[in-house]
């Protein structure tokens, strides 16, 4: 999967939202204009029951089966990972509108709110949760025991054809450096690009270790004790969960609308009842220190640990803006040439 993905998905919902308007009927857009309203559109298994379940009256969740679907939908509200939503034409989007929300959580997620656009300019996202990438070791307390080393472990020789890497070659990148050496290095190692089932193949015992973002092992850790998460005291790669408002008649499409979001329903994040179950999950909203550490004391340390850890730590994590066309194709042509 190349780095020129993004800009086909890119095309992808331009056209899909093209021929869907081109083909739909009067009648069933006009259904669509009537219920659109108050739907939450989200990625099956990549949003939280407990807080889809408090929605307001009349507000429903729609589970879909992957990004496309959601950016396609016409919904009021769609949740969608940052790459998903900044690869989104601006004119898709309109200004989330939550300001008090917004200035509540802590300052470092205020780039991912303006979508990495200019300080100054409008905030278009709710980011309700972050997660950093992490190295999941399955029997190998060997090499949890060497976790100082960083990302440097992904290169430990008793691992190569057993790792699992992101299919975001950019991610992979990230992880040690865009030099070509060590990139070839670790193109080396790899069983598979695959995060999303690639704790399929740890837990098969085909893989050793897989690189992911925290959130989708934090719920496995208590019940299997064969698990080594190392974050890495150097930082990791950032992905991130927003919610984002699609204008209303973009691309021709009746979607979007001007009702106001459901402002109290977002302020349930700081409701300690909810905040605890999405912790239990992995989804760790970006709130202030002071408000989380109290919820995460009732947690196994190493966890709370993983979920929120120093301010040193998460001062050295860091997001992936969107790359511009030239940057991508500097990243896909190095990424070619490291290949095996």
């Known amino acids: 999967m190349g780095f020129g993905e993004a800009l086909s998905r890119r095309q992808l919902l331009r056209l899909g939202l093209i021929s869907g308007a081109a083909v739909a009927a009067p009648g069933l857009l006009a259904g669509c204009q009537r219920d659109r309203d108050q739907v939450l559109a989200v990625v099956e298994g990549q949003f939280p029951q407990a807080w889809s379940q408090q929605l307001p009256a009349g507000w429903q969740p729609r589970w879909l089966g992957d990004p496309e679907a959601v950016a396609r939908s016409t919904a009021a509200l769609w949740s969608l990972s940052d790459g998903w939503a900044s690869a989104l034409p601006r004119q898709q989007i309109q200004p989330i509108g939550v300001a008090a929300e917004l200035q509540q959580l802590a300052p470092w997620a205020g780039p991912v709110s303006r979508l990495f656009a200019p300080e100054g300019s409008p905030a278009l996202a709710f980011p309700w949760a972050f997660s950093p990438w992490v190295l999941v070791l399955r029997n190998r307390p060997d090499l949890a025991q ?193 290949a095996p």
Not at 202 to 219: D, F, K, N, Y
Request: charged fraction near 20%; aromatic fraction near 4%.
């Open 146 to 338: 060497r976790r100082a080393e960083g990302w440097q472990l992904l290169l430990d020789p008793s691992l190569k054809g057993q790792l699992v890497l992101p299919s975001s070659p950019r991610v992979a990148m990230a992880l040690l450096g865009d030099g070509l050496e060590p990139l070839m290095a670790l193109r080396r190692q790899a069983l598979a690009y695959d995060e999303r089932h690639g704790l399929n193949l740890l837990l098969s015992g085909e893989a050793q270790a897989l690189v992911t973002p925290l959130q989708r092992v934090i719920p496995l850790l208590r019940r299997d004790q064969r698990l080594q998460v190392v974050l890495p005291a150097s930082g990791a790669p950032l992905s991130w969960q927003l919610l984002v408002r699609p204008a209303a008649g973009a691309t021709g499409l009746v979607t979007g609308s001007g009702a106001p979001l459901p402002a109290a329903w977002i302020q349930k994040l700081w409701d300690r009842s909810l905040l605890e179950s999405l912790l239990l999950k992995g989804w760790v909203p970006p709130l202030p220190r002071a408000v989380l550490e109290p919820v995460l004391r009732g947690f196994p340390k190493p966890v709370a640990q993983l979920l929120l850890p120093s301010d040193g730590v998460l001062e050295r994590c860091w997001s992936l803006p969107p790359l511009a066309p030239g940057a991508r194709l500097a990243l896909q042509t190095l990424w070619d040439a490291a």
